[in-house]
């Protein structure tokens, strides 16, 4: 195991200010990119945490790939509608700030879409569904990425994780907050499994043939072979995760006019990645007082984690729970990060004259 | 193989009508009814057709389990929005209505959503997605539904399969259309294996103890044993399918104060089933030209159509593609209905003394 090295926040967003202003990002938007990027490692998705700083963000700019300046353009506009062009700027300051035009919308509005196209990574996709619980709304955020996933009967990856978030407030219990991506599993959890030399459950991915496999190593998306959509296989159903990809791509890259599936980039390409967003807001006074909506939520969390548990498991987790208890414990005790990631930030810093130097609080 | 009768859709309608009339129902809401079953067996979806006529909608008529009338009440309403009451009459009926008055509101505000509660089963999820097609828009169509399904690490049917139906128009090709239970399949493919005394695939459902098993007979929701959510078990991500079980109880029971999980009856109980469904309609124009969004989806399509295939598959398809060649097909060749369907109806037509004599078109 790695040790865990443990910061306080304001001195990680002090480094991501200090890093982002230096390649030219005004200081609201390094802000915007530090929330977002913190948000993930204190939530206990480090995947898409502080290690991407450099990685996704800080290396394109520098290369001239991505412009720091996020030239924000509204296309079309109404009461309750937007068309955005991300400007091939940073993807979270464009899409905190088309969250918050979809929140102030739906206020009068009731509900409110805005699809953004011509962005960039955006981060975790439920950091801007989690925007409009404070305004006692319903959040949804949907976003393409680079292929990873092979279509039901593909043998290719041509699809992107595109993930599905939608938060709802509640009143006692947590808020219940759905962050997932459309495929069985990340790449990430079938690289750690080829790290270990560890076989792979049937239903995460396929060979170069299209059939499925428990090798991790014989899955290289762009390579050879692919991610599966959730669900697996056909038998199990993975042209169910197949058909949430697409509905992904048609709020997002078809209503923008943006790039979908193979014409969406990664961060290591100089091309523009043409990533699009959806976001939607609901306002839940609109159709019920928001009070006795959280009443209804805590109801249904309640019933669900009292219900009958499978013999040798512990208690039903609602989606979010676990992850809402991992940041209360964060929050506390410092932002975790692995000295892998610290290492990986020590040097992204040095690289643009900005040192690392950020105490640790506490090493687990 | 049970023989194929087909029949014309206008006799099959005339037949609905005249049942339904006989039951207490307008002439119109009789009609909508006959559209939504209709509509499934032409598609394919054999369940959820004409065999429900007296099992899910008559019987409950006939025993003053369900309102004829679908007194249908809307309790708030904004340009955008609204929240009506089922009236615990038909779901077809309420459900139809309600998707019609979100593409007139979206006609003019861009995006609107309708929640409705205490209603009844609505058929196919898919129907009410299909309206917003002819009008250029994107519509989706959720509804809570009897529980069948566990919750991750669960052992009893808590959540229903509520499905998820997204439509979205496009140009040259079969449009896209989504129509998904939650689940990772449907009880009744569960109870067809049973019959043949065949083993099940691993995922698609648990015993009493909570346990994944390929044994048919351990899986009688209600019972003992339960389906497992879309992604199957915890290891290939069965609380994702949970989720978005519960994505689709936010929007339809919480958001119209409805009944929600095991709360929610099935047809054989006299109390109201309490369903609760959601709508919504999203106008492509205020977005973006709708020649343009077809075309992008023509090209999606096309790209996804021409990935490469895998060993030993034929063809990549789309969410909905199936469906709409099966129409094409039934459209000129008649209305597919199994004989012990057919038995049924007559049965059911005997019972309220308007006999089922729609000639038989043809025979497979």
């Known amino acids: 195991m790695e040790p865990i090295l443990r910061f306080q926040r304001s001195d990680l967003m002090d480094f991501v200010i200090r890093y982002m202003t230096k390649l030219g990002v005004s200081q609201e938007d390094a802000k915007t990119v530090g929330r977002v990027l913190i948000c993930a490692d204190i939530r206990g998705v480090e995947s898409h945490g502080m290690q ?3 990685s996704y963000y800080g290396s394109r700019i520098s290369k001239g790939w991505l412009d720091p300046k996020t030239p924000f353009k509204i296309i079309t506009e109404s009461p309750s509608t937007a068309l955005i062009d991300g400007g091939n700027g940073l993807g979270q300051v464009v899409s905190y ?19 953004v196209k011509n962005s960039n990574h955006y981060g975790i996709a439920g950091f801007y569904a989690l925007m409009a619980l404070k305004e006692g709304m319903i959040g949804l955020s949907l976003t393409n990425s680079q292929p990873l996933v092979a279509p039901t009967f593909g043998k290719t990856a ?3 994780t595109n993930p599905i978030a939608l938060a ?8 219940y907050l759905l962050d997932m991506a459309t495929s069985a599993v ?7 499994y080829d790290k270990k030399h560890e076989h792979i459950p049937i239903g995460w991915g396929i060979d170069e043939e299209g059939q499925v496999t428990n090798e991790p ?7 050879h072979g692919a991610l599966l959509p959730l669900g697996g296989m056909e038998v199990t159903a993975g042209y169910k995760g197949f058909g949430l990809a697409l509905l992904v791509e048609v709020l997002c890259s078809m209503l923008s006019g943006g ?3 193979t014409n969406v980039g990664g961060p290591g390409r100089p091309e523009p990645t043409g990533v699009s967003h959806f976001f939607m807001a609901i306002n839940i006074e609109a159709f019920r007082p928001l009070v006795d909506f959280k009443d209804s939520m805590d109801s249904m969390i309640d019933l669900l984690k009292n219900s009958p548990i499978a013999t040798g498991r512990d208690e039903i987790l609602i989606a979010g729970e676990k992850e809402f208890e991992y940041a209360k414990y964060n929050e506390k005790h410092g932002v975790p990060l692995i000295k892998p990631i610290v290492d990986d ?9 900005v040192p690392f130097d950020c105490p640790v609080v506490r090493e687990d």
């Open 158 to 160: 041509v699809l992107g």
């Open 97 to 115: 700030k088309a969250m918050r035009m979809a929140i102030n919308k739906a206020k009068t509005a009731g509900i409110s879409a805005i699809t």
């Open 52 to 54: 991407r700083l450099g």
């Open 345 to 353: 930030l020590r040097k992204d810093g040095e690289k643009v004259g």
């Open 168 to 175: 709802a407030p509640s009143g006692k219990r947590h808020p």
């Open 186 to 192: 990340s790449y990430g959890k079938i690289q750690i």
């Open 259 to 261: 790039n979908f599936l």
């Open 217 to 223: 190593s014989k899955i290289k998306p762009g390579g």
